[in-house]
């Protein structure tokens, strides 16, 4: 018995140390980050998603420098994920249907240059996806998409009371997320 859990422990152990080798990051600022954290931890081959600040220049922001300050950041989710089971195309594909591509001026209710909207790029495959994309969907809705195409630097995990707060707060979220009229807006954009 003693054999056998020892080697149960042995595979137990090289499989996390395989599975850990799949793991892969995606960037992406779509408005309120705790919407954004939602909409991406029901995927399947997500493992993570933390929220965060990245695109601007200070080190290590507080929430109230990003909105208030001129730190240059956006709102942003790191997306931890399991590239074997879902591709970052697909994750890409999720970022739209998650923003108003066409607002300028932020996401929803909550307005300003934190807000805009983002899709990071961390090669150029990467980079030639997202342009692929906004040009499709400029296509489609024939309008110019405002989405900022930025190249990833550093991530800066935001504070502990923003990290799922969809989860720890759940009615104050949900009363936020319906008098922003998030899924309103993006059910008349995308016609879910």
Same mark, same amino acid.
């Given at each position: 018995? =003693?054999?056998?859990?020892?080697?149960?422990?042995?595979?137990?152990?090289?499989?996390?140390?395989?599975?850990?080798?799949?793991?892969?990051?995606?960037?992406?600022?779509?408005?309120?980050? /705790?919407?954004?954290?939602?909409?991406?931890?029901?995927?399947?081959?997500?493992? !993570?998603?933390?929220?965060?600040?990245?695109?601007?220049? &200070?080190?290590?922001?507080?929430?109230?420098?990003?909105?208030?300050?001129? &730190?240059?950041?956006?709102? &942003?989710? %790191?997306?931890?994920?399991?590239?074997?089971?879902?591709?970052?195309?697909?994750?890409? @594909?999720?970022? /739209?249907?998650?923003? @108003?591509?066409? @607002?300028?001026?932020? $996401?929803?209710?909550?307005?300003?240059?934190?807000?805009?909207?983002?899709?990071?790029?961390?090669?150029? *495959?990467?980079?030639?996806?997202? !342009?692929?994309?906004?040009?499709?969907? !400029?296509? *489609?809705? $024939? =309008?110019?998409?405002? &989405?900022?195409? *930025?190249?990833? @630097?550093?991530?800066?995990?935001?504070?502990?009371?923003?990290?799922?707060?969809?989860? %720890?707060?759940?009615?104050?979220?949900?009363?936020?997320?319906?008098?922003?009229?998030?899924?309103?807006?993006?059910?008349?954009? /995308?016609?879910?």
């Amino acid at each position: 018995m =003693k054999v056998f859990f020892f080697i149960f422990l042995i595979l137990l152990t090289s499989s996390k140390i395989l599975y850990a080798q799949n793991l892969s990051k995606a960037y992406f600022a779509g408005g309120c980050f /705790w919407c954004m954290e939602e909409s991406f931890e029901k995927i399947n081959g997500v493992t !993570e998603v933390i929220s965060g600040y990245s695109g601007g220049t &200070t080190k290590n922001p507080s929430y109230k420098e990003v909105t208030y300050g001129d &730190t240059g950041h956006f709102e &942003t989710i %790191e997306v931890i994920y399991d590239s074997s089971t879902i591709s970052y195309k697909k994750l890409l @594909d999720n970022f /739209w249907i998650n923003i @108003d591509p066409f @607002d300028e001026y932020g $996401q929803f209710c909550d307005k300003g240059y934190s807000y805009r909207s983002v899709a990071f790029y961390q090669n150029q *495959k990467q980079k030639i996806l997202i !342009e692929d994309n906004i040009k499709k969907i !400029e296509k *489609k809705f $024939q =309008k110019k998409v405002l &989405t900022y195409i *930025k190249e990833f @630097d550093e991530f800066y995990k935001a504070e502990d009371k923003h990290q799922n707060y969809y989860q %720890e707060y759940f009615l104050n979220y949900l009363r936020y997320k319906k008098a922003c009229r998030r899924e309103k807006i993006l059910n008349n954009i /995308w016609n879910f």
